[in-house]
Every structure is written in C-alpha cells, then in structure tokens.
C-alpha cells in the first residue's frame, strides 16, 4: 500500500472537520465559540477527503474486519496504564490541526472536562477521556482508513445515508448476493451486539474497556462515529429495544465528541489528580492493547 493511500489525509482531524460541516451544532457546548465559528473551519480539499472515504468504503469488507479483530483482539501488541496511553496517543500531533495546537490528550481533557460541568455521572466523563484512545491503532501501523472514519454495518447492505455512498460500488460486498441484502447475514431485531461494524478505533477501544465501564458508556465508545444510524437513523430494523435505549445515551454523547474542542488549554497540572484518581476507579493499573 503506498503512502497516500495508507495517509491520504494531512491529518486525522480533518476527517472531524467533515463532520462538522455535516452536522453542524445546534447550540455549541464549548465556552467562547459560536456556531458560526465552529462552520467557519478552514475548508479541508474535499479531493483528499473523498479520497479517504474511497479507501474507507472500498476495503472495509466483512472479511476484512474480521482479519483486524482476529489481529487486534488478541491485545498483544502492548501493555501500559492508561495514563500512558495517552502519552502514547501524543505521537500522533500534527502541526498542520487548523483548529488548535493542543495535542490528543488536550483534545480528551476538554471533552471530559465540558461532560463534567454539565453534571454527569463519573462514567460518562470518563467516555469523554478515553472516546478517542483507540487511535493508537495508527501507532501499530493500520491505515488513517482502518482508524478514523464514519462506521456502519458489514455484512449487509450499505446504506447510501452513509457520506459517499457512490464508493461503496468497489467495495467487494456489494456484489455478494448475501450480503447486498437488507438484512445480510443477520436476522431482524437481531440487536448490535450481534451486527459487526467497519474496523477502525471506536471498535477496537470498545473491546479494550468494556470489561470495565457501564453498558451505557460501552455503548457511548462502539457507536459514537455510527453517524448513520445515531443521526440518520437507518439499521434500526437490527437493532432491539435494548439498543435504542442505549442510543439516546450515544446521541446526548455526540454534541460533546463533536462540539467541544476549543482553542482553550486546560490546565492538566490541575486536574491530573482528579483523573488519575477517576481511571482507578474504573481499570485496573494497567491494560492490554
């Protein structure tokens, strides 16, 4: 695989910069910028952004997902506490983030941080910390397209409400005269838990916690980059009544995932006590990646 198609993209924030534009905020959360502002990003070259979405649709196969899961979910690729995942997680700043020059673990904080002055329950804030810790799928060497990314179903029919539908035509499955179908492999009202979804960091970090936080926040980490069924509302023929329970818990999460980040520098000095202390609570000292 050449370069550009491992890292057609300058930077993974300008996959949430797409987002931005797609689902622009109703009332922004982040204290001192608007919702115009957070319209107004630097527009990313939309070739380099379709080109992403080419790879991303192309090669996400149901047999390619189930490749990275028998690769990832063996977690032998490290061992570290989370507090030094998100060092870890630092070798992925880039100078050329048109929105702010804080690095990754600045990014969580100000998500987690704008969770908790809203009054929600420890677990909910600890989501926001780790939502985005499964990019270190980069630093084990996958493609930007195999980590970031808007996620969907595999394993039937790909909805044209996901961004770029037009490129799922190279995409294997499509010609699979199961898996072209509505319901695929799977059975209706069969629940996500038994659906797999397109490979990247929300699934992979999903595996890594969930042993450890509640249903909810499990929920909140698997589906939060499932635009198309959280925002467009399509699969929901999958889903139980477990599952949509569980997703207005992923929609009230992704106003923060999205609208949270601000040029504003938390002071980590601060609050590292309070999460050193809120990562105790949830996982042992340290965890397998």
């Not at 998500?111 to 002055?117: K, L, Q």
């Amino acid at each position: 695989m050449t370069k550009n198609e491992s890292a057609p993209l300058k930077n993974l924030d300008m996959w949430e910069e797409d987002l931005l534009k797609r689902y622009p905020d109703r009332d922004s959360i982040a204290e001192g910028k608007s919702r115009e502002e957070y319209r107004n990003y630097d527009n990313p070259e939309r070739d380099t952004v379709r080109e992403f979405y080419r790879l991303n649709h192309t090669f996400q196969t149901y047999d390619f997902v189930m490749k990275k899961r028998d690769e990832f979910l063996k977690f032998n690729k490290k061992e570290m506490p989370v507090w030094d995942a998100f060092q870890f997680l630092n070798q992925l700043v880039d100078d050329s983030d048109p929105d702010t020059d804080l690095d990754q673990f600045h990014h969580l904080l100000q998500t987690s941080e704008a969770i908790r002055r809203d009054g929600h329950p420890d677990w909910f804030v600890m989501v926001g910390l780790l939502r985005d810790m499964g990019k270190v799928l980069c630093l084990f060497g996958e493609p930007q397209w195999a980590v970031v990314g808007d996620t969907f179903p595999v394993g039937c029919a790909f909805s044209d409400k996901v961004v770029y539908p037009e490129f799922f035509a190279g995409n294997r499955d499509s010609q699979d005269s199961l898996y072209r179908t509505r319901n695929g492999i799977y059975s209706p009202g069969c629940g996500l838990d038994n659906v797999h979804f397109s490979w990247g960091h929300d699934e992979y970090l999903y595996h890594v916690v969930k042993d450890y936080l509640p249903e909810e926040a499990s929920c909140m980490i698997r589906y939060h980059s499932c635009y198309v069924i959280h925002q467009q509302r399509e699969y929901e023929h999958l889903m139980s009544e477990r599952d949509q329970k569980m997703f207005d818990w992923v929609r009230n999460f992704s106003r923060y995932d999205l609208y949270s980040k601000s040029p504003e520098r938390p002071d980590v000095a601060t609050l590292k006590l309070f999460y050193q202390d809120l990562i105790a609570e949830f996982f042992p000292p340290k965890l397998h990646w």
